[in-house]
């Protein structure tokens, strides 16, 4: 099953005809299950209810009993983790203005659709955004609850995917990000954007970051010994960091493993992060004295001040996907992506950009001076024993098409 074909949809809108016109676009990207409502409140009770979250919300903006600024608020609260395209018909200043409300609450954003639309249009987006997000390309929808994922931790059913980061000057392979996925006993495989809130919500996080962090160090140390010396960046939960004991059970996995510390790097989504700042800054500066490095993810998605980021202690600012691809062309995207960027460097921190989709994206880093890269023209996320296979691969791209030179 491909993952277009897995979409679960929630399209909300009060006036009757534009649900009609937005199921019509839906089924014409042929999405496995919509779910259409005229109220936000219908909406977020269809949310509480069903068996998982949906991928994609279509939402207009201007609705009579709960607006969607009223809406957007309450989904961080669920855990939300798939995409919103804003619907509207107003002043162009307003969907601009919720544009960046979304990108604070940590929510990604597809785009925005204006009123009235053609059903072929977004249907086009849609299926353009699944056939590029090419990171969830097979994943198969499953229902999880915490029973389900009780069950996957003891049967050692989550593993882990490294997706590559390359120096954008030179094409060196530096380093991976891992990335958890669930492989259940029947096939397919499923993100953490269906388990990580259950296992947060009920207490089960710290026993899943401790298996990836016994499974990366353990990879890391298998690829030293056979001569590539990598960065290993693990995501952390803002659960996780608000234990004390957090930095010695991260030094004791890589101890363990023969890792240095200074390898390894642990990745915190910025939106998540400016809540929970004054609370982690005492674990960060633990993990920092254990020569353990800190990035910041997604950057450019929460709404942290300049004087937080110059006293927070972190080595790598990662410019978020959605001000990566596209910036070539967008000059939204382009001044986002160019403000990121100089903090980064003044603050003296290594910058990442995530999402580099195609080779636009890849000469576009190249002619701003970006530090570090990754994304599916490099490399999508996949299973240790492929790295090897990918690197000669890629080590044959980079004179084969002229990677170091923008085309």
Known sequence: MSYEAALRVLALDDEPFMLRLLKRALGQSRVAQVVTCGSAQRALQEMDHREGPPDLIPLDLNMAEMDAVEFLHKLPDRHYTGVVILVSGEDERVPESVDRLVRAHGI???GQVRKPFQPE????????????DGDRRGVERVPCGVNDLRTALANGELVNYYQPVVAVASGDFVGVECLVRWRPPAGGLVFPDQFIGVAEKHGLIDELTSGMFSAAFAQAREWRDAGLTLQMAV???TDSLSRVGFPDLVTSYATAAGVPPESVILEVTESRLTDNLAAALDVFNRLRLRRL???IDDFGTGHSSLAERRASPFDQLKIDR?????????????????????LGKELQLEVVAEGVEDRTDWDFLLRTGCTLAQGCFIGKPMPAEEIVGWLAKWTMRLSKESLLSPS
Do not use: C, M, P, Q
């Open 293 to 295: 490095r800190l990035a």
């Open 108 to 110: 990604k954003l597809l």
């Open 235 to 237: 995501n952390v939960s």
């Open 121 to 132: 249009a977004l249907a086009a987006r849609i299926e353009k955004w699944a056939l590029t």
């Open 322 to 342: 959605s001000f990566v691809h596209g910036a070539a062309t967008d000059a939204k995207r382009r001044a986002i992506y160019g403000g990121a960027l100089a």
